[in-house]
């Protein structure tokens, strides 16, 4: 028995250490330790990778806009938020940058159909923010479920200037709405959505209406109580449908200085709505607002209120007409194209509108309707 195994054990020993088998011995070792370090590398990197996602994650978590637009935030809470957001720059490369089209509205939104048709196809492009009471949307509307939350028992959210500020912070903590359209109801889109990206998206200036005139609806309605915030010199009339980049919307929400002016001259000055935008704005970032709009609309002589086109009126012809009207800009440079929007379009002009799409305005085949 002995010998037997002593002959096994030199048997086994021989055939261990022949040096054919030390080879494979190294070579099986050697595969072991490539083994070795690399399940080590993947682990480190895994947990790297783990812990990498899991801060990423958290600070998505806390800076990614709420999927429900509704919060009980004060003007004033929400406005040190917008700002408080907006400072975590670093972040906001992470989305595609989005145009934000903001509706003051009244009412219910009645070219609904037309903006939908607008937006189709277009998902991730753009937001959409209403400040109204009013209004349901389809469920497959783009403004569906976009009321931003406005404290109803607020007098002062009756004010345009307000509203429009109110949008504008809600809009902000978005981190990927890059521009800011204010609309109203009645406006309409002159182009597709992708012409209109590019213009907004390219142009290194605000699109806000900013001009001084002697007389009395324009320069006289200055008051000098407005000084020293806002001198004679720096102010402005224009109409209050802007477009802003997101640099100029935080100089609108971080104003401390002529929107308290205002607020406390309320009862005193008129149509405040047409003088506060451009004058703040020629205060604090003159150099990059393009002073004239991009939403066009029609006014006659003598008249308080912009013309509102109905059924009859709205035709291939006015819309033609509204950009070879004009000449301006879009970065220093001259363009044919003024304006991306009109005013005032009425309910009626609905149906025209939905068969002009396709042709004047250049979106919303004919096979969807
Ligand atoms: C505000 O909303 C938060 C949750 O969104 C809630 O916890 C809080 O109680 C609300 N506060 C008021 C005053 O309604
Ligand atoms: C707001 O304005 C103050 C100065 O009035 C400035 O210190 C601050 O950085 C501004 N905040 C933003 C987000 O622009
Ligand atoms: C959008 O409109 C522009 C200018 O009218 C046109 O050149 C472009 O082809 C249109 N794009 C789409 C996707 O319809
Ligand atoms: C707009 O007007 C201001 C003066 O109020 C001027 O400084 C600025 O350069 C103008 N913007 C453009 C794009 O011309």
Redesign the pocket.
Known sequence: MKETSRFDLRRMQSSVCSSDDVAVLVRVLAVLLLLVVAVSVVSTSTEQKLWAWSVSSEEEISYRPPTSLMHNMSDEQLFEHALRVSKLSKYRSRGTPKVAFMFLAEERISLTPLWDRYFRGYQGLYSTYIHSSQGDYAVNSVFYKRQIPSTASDSKSFSTIDAARRLLANALLDLSNERFVLLSPACIPL??F??TYKYLMSSKYSFVEAFDMPGPGARGRYTPKLAPEVGLSQWRKGTQWLEVSRRVALVVVNDTTVYPKFDRLRSEMIVQHEHYFPTVLTVKAAHIIANRSITWELWRSGQFEPVTFGMEDTTEQLLRKINEEHECSHNDKPTAVCFLFARRFAPSALWPLLKLAPTSL??GSRETY
């Open positions: 182009f597709n992708s012409f250049g979106f």
